[in-house]
């Protein structure tokens, strides 16, 4: 059959036809690759700025936040601690939460995400510093979980996570305003103590009136009603820097937290009888500055042996895993060079993981200071100013986050690790007081030197990184098991 020369011709028009059809929707399928490709290298991007760029930045601006001019200092409620408090309540607001500031002062920042009523994730740390302090301790936990909620929120996935989460700035952990320590964290676990409003400070201002001064009511109902119900919460958990030289040591940015030390903090007054400094006999005294010498002396070979002992029994490299004490404070009245002192004062600091061998170390301690004020004839009094038991870590948690740990090494830093190492704290945390609400978990940051309570405390970038990112791997983890 003869085929006309129109129809050949419509033949090849409609095969050209089909061929340029198919070309063009493989480029634009190209494109599209291309151009997701570059849209999730662009997003991977600007996660990466939050987890690590504007965290450094914001922690740095942080650190100049002071009322003290040549150094950091940052107390409970002081015109400083406020302009941190709104700082952070500004960022929290950018990272898509909610926000209050409580009647202690804490700033809150809350998401409910796809379940308003389920127990809610709570993650904090202390906005509070030293005197004389570094710029991480507290604030790293702060700036680090906004950092994760931001990236989250970036992703588009922080209105799916499968229960509220609650970021807390705690406005007290140090104690260095009213002697008391964990104000903040205290409150929300309902363990705070409602006399602590009558205590307080070296300038004769009370824990009432400093309340009343930042405009909040500053009553015992005020306080009691700040804590939280324990099935309102699923867990706590908070990043903080190691503030020991462990992980420098093992050459791994992250850790994770299986224990907390116990505390006890003693406040020793040895009263003897003030006198001239060169009319009386030696033998005549009831000089209290040698007995209070004899005295810390026994401590320091009490605590070193005995800790010794303890740390040899231990399996961890682990400087915490033993008994440390110190004497950090000691005072004389009337404090001159030709006054035999009537009076001295010094503090005692005892601190272990075994609540047993930290108390049975007290009683030793208690029972020599007796013995040495009544070999001279000097009166004592041995007040105990702060106590508190160890905690141990929620197993779960603590495997979950050695599993984001992991992760947030892996993503960040590009660098795979075998193992991350479990750790006994040595120095106090939020989440000491918050065990007593619910389930703690801890991931600790490797700082220079194990170097912290200073000006030379430092962090690494990349660490910082790193630390952020496994917060929300962990927080992805949990989606991923919703999705499961």
């Known amino acids: 059959m003869a085929v ?4 050949i011709y419509l033949v090849f028009t409609i095969l050209f036809w089909c061929h340029e059809r198919t070309h063009l929707m493989a480029s634009r399928e190209e494109n599209n690759i291309a151009s997701s490709s570059f849209n999730i290298l662009k997003e991977s991007h600007a996660i990466r700025e939050i987890l690590a760029y504007e965290t450094v930045a914001r922690l740095d601006h942080l650190g100049k936040v002071s009322d003290a001019e040549n150094y950091l200092e940052r107390t409970f409620l002081s015109p400083a601690a406020l302009k941190a408090g709104k700082l952070i309540q500004d960022w929290m607001i950018d ?16 998401t409910d995400g796809s379940n308003s009523s389920a127990p809610a994730l709570l993650i904090g740390s202390h906005l509070d510093t030293v005197i004389g ?11 680090t979980a906004i950092a994760a909620v931001k990236s989250l929120n970036k992703k588009g996935k922080l209105f799916r996570f499968p229960r509220p989460i609650e970021i807390i700035a705690f406005s007290d952990e140090e104690g260095i305003r009213f002697q008391s320590t964990f104000l903040g964290s205290a409150a929300i676990a309902g363990t705070l103590s409602t006399q602590l409003l009558s205590v307080r400070d070296k300038s004769g201002t009370t824990l009432r009136d400093s309340l009343h001064q930042a405009s909040l009511k500053g009553s015992e109902e005020s306080l009691l009603h700040l804590k939280y119900d324990k099935f309102a919460v ?11 030289p462990v992980l420098e040591f093992k050459k791994i940015p992250l850790g994770v937290v299986e224990a907390i030390a116990g505390q006890t903090r003693l406040k020793v007054t040895l009263q003897g009888l003030q006198g001239h400094a060169g009319t009386v006999p030696m033998l005549m005294r009831k000089d209290p500055m040698p007995a209070a010498a004899k005295a810390i002396l026994h401590i320091e070979e009490l605590c070193t042996k005995r800790g010794d002992d303890n740390e040899k029994a231990s399996s961890h490299i682990d400087s915490t895993a033993q008994l440390v004490c110190t004497v950090g404070e000691i005072s004389s ?9 009537g009076q001295v004062v010094f503090t005692v600091d005892i601190r272990s993981r075994d609540d047993y061998l930290r108390e049975e170390t007290v009683l030793k301690i208690e029972s020599n200071i007796h ?30 986050l050695k599993a984001a740990a992991k992760s947030g090494i892996s993503k960040f830093l590009d660098s795979e690790v075998s193992d991350i190492p479990l750790l006994t704290s040595g120095a106090g945390h939020d989440a000491m007081a918050m065990a007593r609400l619910t389930k703690v978990g801890m991931i600790f940051v490797r700082c220079t030197g194990g170097i912290s309570h200073s000006p030379a405390e430092h962090v690494l970038e990349d660490d910082i990184g790193a630390a952020s990112s496994a917060l929300l791997s962990f927080l992805e983890h949990e989606l991923d098991l919703l999705d499961s």
Do not use: F
Not at 333 to 341: D, E, L, M, Y
Not at 372 to 397: F, G, M, Q, W
């Open 4 to 7: 006309s020369m129109p129809s």
């Open 95 to 110: 990272a898509g939460l909610n926000t209050w500031i409580d009647e202690i002062g804490n700033i809150h920042g809350r």
């Open 133 to 143: 302090a570094g710029k991480y301790d507290g604030a790293l936990g702060i700036v």
């Open 234 to 244: 699923w867990g706590y958990i908070e990043v903080h820097i190691e503030q020991g």
């Open 333 to 341: 009245w009337p404090g001159a060079s030709n006054v035999i002192p």
């Open 371 to 400: 013995n040495v004020a009544r070999a001279r004839a000097l009166s004592y009094n041995i007040e105990r100013k702060h106590e508190a038991k160890a905690v141990k870590c929620d197993s779960e948690l603590t495997h979950r």
